[in-house]
């Protein structure tokens, strides 16, 4: 509830874009679905730009126009750009079992993944 409360109240300033960081890390799986099919209606009335920054790949997918990837930090830059050309309107949950959405997924994990390991031995390394 706190989620949606949230994002009215940001709705309400009528802003020209909207960060949304991690919006939805902290809930079950269920709720987040349902919060994003209700950002996806809302982005679809509104047209408001949205910079939706997520370490789920899947939702990254599933919600956007563009994927855009980072390098391992410290010292992060795009090393990717992915066009999600998926048709809208969406369902986060049904989208990702269309091929094409299999096939983003496969393209753009091929980028992150050695980024996700380089990532995971920096935190080894200072641990």
């Known amino acids: 509830m706190r989620k949606r409360t949230a994002l009215a109240q940001t709705l309400v300033l009528d802003p020209d874009i909207i960060l949304m960081d991690e919006p939805f ?3 079950d799986i ?3 679905q349902l919060m994003e099919n209700e950002v996806l209606e809302l982005w679809s ?3 408001k730009a949205v910079l939706f920054i997520t370490h789920d790949l899947d939702e990254a997918i599933a919600m956007s126009d563009r994927v855009l990837v980072l390098s391992a930090g410290p010292g992060s830059h795009p090393i990717g750009e992915f066009a999600i050309d998926l048709p809208r309107p969406r369902d986060v949950a049904e989208v990702r079992s269309l091929p094409r959405f299999v096939e983003l ?3 753009i994990w091929a980028v992150l993944r050695e980024e996700v390991l380089k990532g995971y031995a920096q935190q080894l390394k200072a641990a």
Do not use: D, E, G
């Open 45 to 47: 009335a509104k047209k």
């Open 30 to 32: 269920q709720t987040r």
């Open 25 to 27: 890390s902290a809930l």
């Open 105 to 107: 997924h496969s393209a």
